[in-house]
Antibody, heavy 121, light 114 residues
Framework: QLQLQESGPGLVKPSETLSLSCIVS??????????WGWIRQPPGKGLEWIGT???????YYNPSLKSRVTISVDTSKNQFSLKLSSVTAADTAVYYC?????????????WGQGSLVTVSS | DIVMTQSPDSLAVSLGERATINCKSS????????????LAWYQQKPGQPPKLLIY???TRESGVPDRFSGSGSGTDFTLTISSLQAEDVAVYYC??????????FGPGTRVEIK
């Protein structure tokens, strides 16, 4: 059974960089069938797609966040990572890592449990 | 961006009754070359990540009860819960994957028991 687990600091100071990793177990991140993504959800609000990566390193970002986002993949560790720079309180959210279903379609069929990141001094 | 809207914002339905949620996209998500609607539905219970229910607008994900069904095409879509159960209390989101610039979700519809 595929599992995704986010890890990283739960508290980040304003203007600093948020860094999260997603460890994938029960499947290979190097599978050519799947893309891997990050989605966030501010407390009590809706879902916002941040970006997606393929095992080859190809990335696709939300234009609204593109200038601040970097998603990378480490196939040797079977994990992928998110960096969001110059954070503000508006970046406080639960951050989910996820898998997009096979076929290159951006359906999200597996989600991590989520990691709450609070931006505060 | 393809903007997704949902209605109603919330609804309260008696156990065993039908719940209907609407989702509208600002442009068509029907891809003409394969005649597929690039529209998914997710269920999110409190404290949990979203769960995929429906994709291609009407294809039920494996393991999803058949009381959940999706319909619609182009810009107008519906998620129907035919006989509401207590465990269906959740927020439901639609998502378009026609365009990845960016992927977008609806604002969610909260379903409660009347």
């Amino acid at each position: 059974q595929l599992q995704l687990q986010e890890s990283g600091p739960g508290l980040v100071k304003p203007s600093e960089t948020l860094s999260l990793s997603c460890i994938v177990s029960g499947g290979s991140i190097s599978s050519s069938n799947y893309y891997w993504g990050w989605i966030r959800q501010p407390p009590g609000k809706g879902l916002e797609w941040i970006g997606t990566i393929y095992y080859s390193g190809s990335t696709y970002y939300n234009p609204s966040l593109k200038s601040r986002v970097t998603i990378s993949v480490d196939t040797s560790k079977n994990q992928f990572s998110l960096k969001l720079s110059s954070v503000t309180a508006a970046d406080t959210a639960v951050y989910y890592c996820a898998r997009h279903s096979s076929g290159g379609y951006y359906i999200i069929d597996y989600w991590g449990q989520g990691s709450l990141v609070t931006v505060s001094s | 961006d393809i903007v997704m809207t949902q209605s109603p914002d919330s609804l309260a339905v008696s156990l065993g009754e039908r719940a209907t949620i609407n989702c509208k996209s600002s442009q068509s998500v029907l891809y003409n070359s394969n005649n597929k609607n690039y529209l998914a539905w997710y269920q999110q219970k409190p404290g949990q990540p979203p769960k995929l229910l429906i994709y291609w607008a009407s294809t039920r994900e494996s393991g999803v009860p058949d009381r959940f069904s999706g319909s619609g095409s182009g810009t107008d879509f519906t998620l129907t819960i035919s006989s509401l159960q207590a465990e269906d209390v959740a927020v439901y989101y639609c998502q378009q994957y026609y365009s990845t610039s960016p992927l977008t979700f609806g604002p969610g519809t909260r379903v409660e028991i009347k």
